[in-house]
């Protein structure tokens, strides 16, 4: 059975730093990219980040580069994301997903979110 | 970035009638490989998003078959032969050839 298990939200002041994480089992961690996608209070979906299997190669949506980074720990099977200098803009619930399509185009699996509301 | 603009944002229907929603991009984004990476995803009230086509016109396993997907070049449609109850939703297509990766605004599908 997939589980990805998002944690680390909360409340946090604009300015201020958190890291999410998100513990993955039920698939082979290590063998696909991994993707943060948040989605702010009633609005739609926003990609955020991207890493490779391997954690060398990694994209971000322009509204967060230079902010956020996307990391992964394939022995802990738990991908990551530091947001730094967070703004009331970032505020949303953060799933994080397998959504790669590369190939055969394997199922997609998303987390439940976690919820981050920067406010001060 | 590519630019997914949808319509309608509402639709209202009628449960066993046809659905159709259109998704167009900003500019072709055909990848190197041929192939070109627009997704359908569907959120149910409360729940997350889970894609239901793949690559414009390729279901996902389990999704059935009143769903299919149709395009090319700038222009996609996400068509529902006949609406159920469970289809209540928002639908988002998204461009996952070019980076950044982008969806559209959503469509929230909902009974007249």
């Known amino acids: 059975q997939v589980q990805l298990v998002e944690s680390g939200g909360g409340v946090v002041q604009p300015g201020r730093s958190l890291r999410l994480s998100c513990v993955v089992s039920?698939?082979?961690?290590?063998?696909?990219?991994m993707h943060w996608v948040r989605q702010a209070p009633g609005k739609g979906l926003e990609w955020v980040a991207v890493?490779?299997?391997?954690?060398?190669?990694?994209q971000y949506a322009g509204s967060v580069k230079g902010r956020f980074t996307i990391s992964r720990d394939n022995s802990k099977n738990t991908l990551y994301l530091q947001m730094n200098s967070l703004r009331a803009e970032d505020t949303a619930v953060y799933y994080c997903?397998?959504?790669?399509?590369?190939?055969?185009?394997?199922?997609?699996?998303w987390g439940q979110g976690t919820l981050v509301t920067v406010s001060s | 970035d590519i630019v997914m603009t949808q319509s309608p944002l509402s639709l209202p229907v009628t449960l066993g009638q046809p659905a159709s929603i259109s998704c167009r991009s900003s500019?072709?984004?055909?990848?190197?490989?041929?192939?070109?990476?627009l997704h359908w995803f569907q959120q149910r009230p409360g729940q997350s998003p889970r894609r239901l086509i793949h690559?414009?016109?390729n279901r996902d396993s389990g999704v059935p078959d009143r769903f299919s997907g149709s395009g090319s070049g700038t222009d996609f449609t996400l068509k529902i032969s006949r609406v159920e109850a469970e289809d209540i939703g928002v639908y988002y297509c998204?461009?996952?050839?070019?980076?950044?990766?982008?969806f559209g605004q959503g469509t929230k599908v909902e009974i007249k």
């Open positions: 997903a397998k959504i790669d399509c590369g190939g055969d185009c394997p199922p997609d699996y």
């Open positions: 039920g698939f082979t961690f290590s063998r696909y990219g």
């Open positions: 890493i490779s299997s391997d954690g060398r190669d990694k």
């Open positions: 500019q072709s984004f055909v990848h190197s490989d041929g192939n070109t990476y």
């Open positions: 690559k414009i016109s």
């Open positions: 998204m461009q996952a050839t070019h980076w950044p990766w982008t």
